[in-house]
């Protein structure tokens, strides 16, 4: 069993739409990352989370440490958020596991 | 401001052949630094890991090794390619201590045929 699953694997959206993808862990972590990977393959790292709930535009990442879990809502979605968004945990020291990711795709 | 620079992105490489990819940071100084893989349909996974200069550890058995021979530079190399070692090849630094962001590079997508 992987130490960090995402769910769902794939999405697809109408532009416009409201979206969640959601990222659960199985090991104490000192930090959560949300990535985006663009189809190119470059990554970029969205937000860093410890607690609580963090906004940047668009995007609002949350994280429940008690229920370890985090959700990364995408609203008014458009085509260009179509990317892989990968849910990445930080434990102590330089340990981190990544999930397999979450494909989107926005269709106009 | 921290760059991250990462090269080459393409790479076609014949079985057998060796490999050197080069990643190096700028704007910083002591980072660690991080050599991912990505196979097709597969998460990240990280190869190897470095808290400064000589100081290397591996998270996973394989073909593969890796240098800090200069504080901002990282480099992944093999001796010999396997079909298997066909991937996304993701160099990633962040800072050593703290909860701080994590910054990739643009990554090196190797094809070995």
């Known amino acids: 069993k992987n130490e960090v699953e995402q769910s769902p694997q794939n999405l697809t959206a109408q532009e416009g739409e409201f979206i969640t993808i959601n990222c659960s862990y199985s090991v104490g972590i000192s930090a959560l990352h949300w990535l985006q990977q663009h189809p190119g393959g470059g990554i970029v790292s969205l937000f860093m989370l410890s607690s609580g709930k963090k906004k940047h535009g668009r995007l609002i990442a949350t994280i429940n440490i008690q229920e370890k879990h985090s959700s990364l809502h995408i609203t008014a979605s458009h085509p260009r958020d179509s990317a892989v968004y990968i849910c990445?945990?930080?434990?102590?020291?330089?340990?981190?596991?990544f999930g397999t990711g979450t494909s989107l795709t926005v269709i106009p | 401001s921290q760059t991250i620079h990462q090269w080459p992105a393409t790479l076609v490489q014949p079985v057998g052949s060796p490999l050197s990819l080069e990643c190096t940071v700028e704007g910083t100084s002591n980072p660690n630094l991080y050599w991912y893989r990505q196979a097709a349909g597969r998460g990240l996974q990280l190869l190897f890991y470095?808290?400064?200069?000589?100081?290397i550890s591996s998270e996973v058995p394989q073909n593969l090794s890796a240098s800090r021979p200069q504080d901002r530079q990282f480099i992944l190399s093999s001796k010999k390619l396997l079909l298997s070692d066909s991937g996304f090849y993701l160099c990633?630094?962040?800072?050593?201590?703290?909860?701080?962001?994590?910054?990739f590079g643009s990554g090196t997508r190797l094809t070995v045929v």
């Open positions: 990633a630094w962040s800072y050593g201590t703290g909860n701080y962001g994590y910054t």
């Open positions: 990445a945990v930080r434990r102590s020291g330089n340990q981190f596991y």
């Open positions: 470095s808290v400064g200069i000589g100081q």
